[in-house]
């Protein structure tokens, strides 16, 4: 299992505060004859509908020296654990949750901006500092 990333518990006290459960602290998935830890499960009752919202996030910090290849690491773990939540549980959405600064600096770049469309790469965007969910991109 790999280490925890260092937004991790900033990502999950932001979801809480969205009304979020935490239901899994990684997520688990074997699939394709590997084993995968996705880092957050969760699930949301939604009142009015009677039924249960569920979601898994990645989290990644962005604070290594290159914010390209840590893109493109994230972009490939996101990928992989897409396909593998498609079989596996397909009524979990898949997150990908990035600080404010890294949005605003890296990912409204051209090339970020359409391998994110090009792939539907969903974002959670969040203030490590508040944590706070900033913003849901669907």
Do not use: C
């Amino acid at each position: 299992m790999a280490a925890k990333d260092i937004f991790h518990d900033a990502v999950k006290r932001a979801l809480e505060k969205e009304g979020w459960l935490i239901t899994n602290d990684p997520l688990f998935l074997r699939f394709g004859g590997l084993d995968m830890y996705i880092d957050l499960g969760a699930e949301k009752v939604l009142a009015a509908e009677r039924n249960q919202e569920k979601i898994a996030v990645e989290v990644k910090s962005f604070v290594a020296p290159s914010t390209t290849t840590e893109f493109s690491t994230a972009l490939g773990q996101y990928l992989k654990y897409q396909l593998a939540l498609e079989e596996e549980q397909p009524e979990r959405l898949l997150y990908l949750a990035v600080p404010l600064d890294t949005y605003r600096s890296f990912f409204t770049l051209e090339l970020p901006r359409l391998l994110i469309q090009r792939y539907q790469v969903r974002l959670i965007v969040f203030d490590p500092e508040e944590e706070a969910i900033v913003k849901w991109q669907k």
